[in-house]
């Protein structure tokens, strides 16, 4: 199957900057080649969506005003085949089953590029079987 033409853009969203550098360096680790994008929230995660198309999200769960899996929830009524992942602290069966609910993966923080790495091949095999 043929590559997509451009690289996938991937969308980290997390009030907190330290755990956002650090998704954004396994990242640029794991797949140099991807485009990353940053938000603090949802809100700036609406505008960077509504300005460019996202390939693949990682959202923090707990932020101030919508949560992650909220926002989770928007973006698949927009792309249904969306590759995303929660990430949280906050480890409880309620949260995961939510996640699922929505169709998204649960990573625990702190992330690992080991749970990145598997997180991201899944979502580059979805994308390669999305592309027309």
């Keep these: 199957m043929s590559q997509p033409s451009s690289p996938p853009t991937v969308?980290?969203?997390?009030?907190?900057?330290?755990?956002?550098?650090?998704?954004?360096?396994?990242?640029?680790q794991l797949k140099p080649d991807w485009t990353v994008r940053e938000a603090a929230?949802?809100?700036?995660?609406?505008?960077v969506t509504a300005a460019e198309p996202v390939d693949v999200a990682?959202?923090?769960?707990?932020?101030?005003g919508k949560d992650g899996l909220a926002l989770a929830a928007e973006l698949r009524a927009g792309r249904p085949d969306m590759p995303i992942a929660v990430i949280s602290a906050n480890i409880q069966d309620e949260v995961i089953a939510r996640a699922r609910e929505l169709g998204a993966t649960f990573m625990p923080k702190p992330l690992t590029?080991?749970?990145l790495a598997g997180f991201l091949s899944g979502a580059a095999l979805r994308l390669r079987r999305g592309a027309p």
Excluded: H, I, T, W
């Excluded at 980290?12 to 396994?26: F, M, W």
């Excluded at 990682?58 to 101030?64: G, K, S």
């Design 11 to 28: 969308l980290v969203v997390d009030d907190s900057k330290l755990a956002r550098a650090v998704a954004v360096r396994l990242l640029r």
């Design 41 to 47: 929230n949802a809100d700036e995660a609406a505008a």
């Design 58 to 64: 990682l959202l923090d769960f707990n932020m101030p």
């Design 113 to 115: 590029g080991e749970a």
